[in-house]
């Protein structure tokens, strides 16, 4: 048995084990933070030339760098104008507002994007734009793409090698659309199945979480102190979400977390120790809260601990208006959350605003100009790391615009392995239990033909609903007739 009552046991003995901390205040010297040494080997050369670049950069061309628009908000022509370090495409967002998006569109306006970022003729330093997508369990915004079974069954597998290369492979298939980085892995530790988000933790325990954070961060970015590290068929990972979302009292969503600081250790940044260690180069703060106050705008968490304690040398990058959430903060405006320690601010819609905002604040004294280099420097090194300045536009790039990547059959056998391993619960040893292999068994209900049910959420569109079967060309149903021994009807 993999998964049953002791589990759920030990589910509400963590919610016992928390619910007496909540009167406890957080205290800034109640957990033993190790010392983390990333595999990734610094390079004193790029980081003299990220420094020429800062060097040569105004203000304004500063605060772009650091700012994140979606895609269905911002043209290349923006790009270009106000120098954006990123761009992203949010749940359901796709080339042209259209979900049957081709491989071939997803690649050209990545190179629109990236045109318009390496476009100088105005002055102004060239600085390539990075792209950002959810391919939370495969590239799964990209219509025919591979779809493998969501953290939660992958970590009922106990399969680490499994999710390095399903890591691999869709690194491969991101690599096709010419997009540089992937919001995952989701190294939330799920402590209360009440969490609408339950199914994107790989596991209640904290050492399964842990020991697949670190393989699926390879997997994507390839070996650390390695030729393969963000190489040809690699993208950047991020661990995600900063720290504590999986445990948040009576399991709401973006709410309090309430573990005592070693708890918070122990439990909750277990996954980021081993993300950390194998190079992750992107960090997402978390929505909710640690004992009140907002990850987005926690200088303790943000900066003390991991870029300081933890030692991490990559960029803090924010959730989906996230900063807007901080007391005082609008979507349009958040000095604290810059303070505090992010570096790139993911502001959909509201980015023209939140960068003439901030531009303000730094020449107001609001916010240390010194504090803005350090987080242009993070952006510009990951950058260099990931080749972007030496590569060329996307569709140059190995792999690009290779649509038979896209859904390989190679890459749905990994997705169906993962299923079946995800799916064994008993073994019938000794034909203990009723069930014999030729008994005739009806499926019924929508569920048993409805792809999209099937797999969830983060599939084309952000809640998987709004499709048909037609959305998943390629995509095996269980058909609730014709695979049971029993005709189909009509």
Not at 139 to 149: L, Q, S
Not at 444 to 458: C, V
């Amino acid at each position: 048995m993999k998964r049953g009552w002791g589990s759920t046991f030990t589910v509400l003995l963590s919610l016992t084990t928390l619910a007496g901390c909540a009167g406890e205040p957080p205290s800034s010297s109640g957990a033993d933070w190790p010392a983390i040494e990333s595999n990734v080997e610094l390079d004193p050369t790029l980081n003299a030339h990220i420094t020429s670049l800062v060097s040569r950069m105004t203000l304004e061309q500063k605060v772009g760098q650091m700012v994140q628009a979606e895609i269905q908000h911002v043209t290349p022509e923006d790009v270009r104008r106000y120098r954006l370090g990123s761009v992203l495409n949010g749940g359901g967002s796709f080339p042209n507002a259209d979900k049957a998006a081709s491989v071939a569109d997803w690649l050209s306006l990545a190179d629109a994007f990236y045109d318009a970022s390496m476009d100088t003729s105005e002055g102004g330093v060239a600085i390539p734009v990075i792209w950002g997508t959810d391919a939370v369990h495969g590239h799964n915004n990209v219509r025919g793409a591979t779809i493998f079974p969501h953290n939660i069954g992958l970590g009922a597998t106990r399969n680490p090698d499994l999710i390095q290369r399903i890591g691999e492979l869709t690194a491969l298939e991101i690599a096709a659309t010419g997009i540089d980085w992937n919001f995952a892995p989701t190294l939330a530790v799920v402590r209360d199945d009440r969490w609408g988000r339950t199914y994107e933790g790989y596991s209640e325990d904290p050492q399964i979480v842990r020991e697949y954070a670190g393989r699926m961060v390879t997997g994507l970015q390839g070996s650390a102190s390695s030729s393969e590290l963000l190489g040809a068929g690699r993208v950047i990972a991020t661990a995600k979400h900063y720290l504590g979302d999986g445990g948040t009292d009576g399991g709401v969503d973006q709410g309090d977390n309430l573990s005592s600081e070693q708890q918070l250790l122990e439990i909750h940044a277990q996954g980021y120790l081993a993300a950390l260690e194998a190079g992750v180069q992107t960090v997402m703060a978390s929505y909710n809260s640690w004992h009140g106050e907002k990850l987005h705008g926690h200088h303790y968490l943000l900066t003390d601990i991991l870029k300081g304690r933890l030692g991490f040398v990559g960029f803090v990058i924010g959730d989906y208006n996230g900063h807007g959430q901080v007391p005082g903060c609008s979507n349009e405006s958040c000095p604290q959350t810059i303070r505090a320690g992010v570096d790139m601010i993911m502001v959909p819609e509201d980015w023209q605003a939140f960068i003439e905002n901030t531009v303000r604040q730094v020449r107001a004294g609001e916010l240390d100009e010194g504090r803005i280099d350090d987080a242009v420097r993070r952006i510009l090194r990951v950058k260099a790391l990931a080749g972007m300045f030496t590569k060329g536009r996307p569709s140059s790039r190995p792999f690009a615009g290779e649509t038979s990547l896209v859904g390989a059959e190679e890459h749905r056998r990994v997705a169906r392995q993962g299923v079946r391993e995800s799916l064994v619960l008993l073994k019938n040893a000794g034909g203990i239990l009723p069930l014999a292999r030729d008994l005739h068994v009806l499926v019924a209900g929508s569920s048993a033909h409805e792809i999209s049910r099937q797999t969830g959420g983060w599939s084309v569109t952000w809640q998987g609903t709004g499709l048909t079967n037609d959305d998943f060309p390629g995509a095996t149903e269980i058909h609730p007739f014709a695979r049971f021994g029993y005709p189909t009807p009509g």
